[in-house]
């Protein structure tokens, strides 16, 4: 299953950390501002993309579920 | 999920709108330790007396629990309180019937109160007691004393040891030690088969409405001079 997860902070790491044990889980996109630091966590964890608008990430192909360990507006 | 009522039901209102699965990051409700404690509510074996539970951060200037920069600015009841108050409506399998709050000043920077405290009453009587503070210096995270009928215990996130600190094996609760990967294990299972999460926003948002009662309640508390 293909996922995004917006939030590179404290927490978003904990759950990249948990998503590497659960089988069949790839997570294709990282989103976050700024930039480079999202950029370096995306790298850390072997994320291929990484992003600052959540639409753009949503719209990658094939993704399923989007995690969103930060603050956000409906 | 949100930082006002009308916002968790906007929340709400997509989900049924879409369909889709939708899940709130109540992660108390999947720790091996606070599903230790469940597990024995639901086998008959426990009841919560008073849930005595501690929120303790030292939160003076705007950043994370890995000390680096926030774009945002936490909020105790609407973050802090929101874990503990869903963990006590899901321990308890019961509504809350009565809700009291007070907060301490507004910080003149952040713009929130960095001292409250809340009360809450279970439909059959369980008490929850609730301090929460960004003023304390150390140690930080949140402590959950569960006082029960037959037996007392303290959860630490993953950890749970007896009230004399003996350590409880909760290895066995479930497939991980770890809260959060038990958590987006139920987020994808829930999406794979195509049904509702332990954690779904319908399932949640009773905790919100409580919060909202909260809210306007310390609206009416007196200026503080």
Known sequence: ?74 | MADNWSDAQAVMDLQQETGLVCMVGHTRRFNPSHQWVYKKIQAGELKIQQLDAQTYFFRRKNINAAGEPRTWTDHLLWHHAAHTIDLFQFQTGEEVVRANAVQGPMHPELGIAMDMSIQLLSESGSVCTLSLSFNNDGPLGTFFRYICDNGTYIARYDDLVTAKDEAIDVSQVDVSMNGIELQDREFIASIREGREPRASVAKVLPTYRVMHQLEQQLNTQPTLS
């Not at chain 1, 902070?9 to 950390?17: E, S, V």
């Not at chain 1, 072997?46 to 993704?63: E, N, R, S, W």
Request: proline content about 8%; hydrophobic content about 50%.
């Open chain 1, 1 to 74: 299953m293909k996922i995004i997860l917006a939030g590179p902070g404290a927490f978003g790491k904990k759950h990249l950390d948990g998503l590497k044990n659960i089988e069949g889980v790839e997570v294709v996109a990282l989103v976050g501002q700024p930039l480079e630091p999202t950029q370096a966590v995306a790298a850390q964890y072997g994320i291929p993309h990484a992003m600052t608008d959540l639409d753009q990430a949503l719209a990658l192909p094939g993704v399923e579920a989007a995690m969103l360990p930060r603050r956000f507006s409906v």
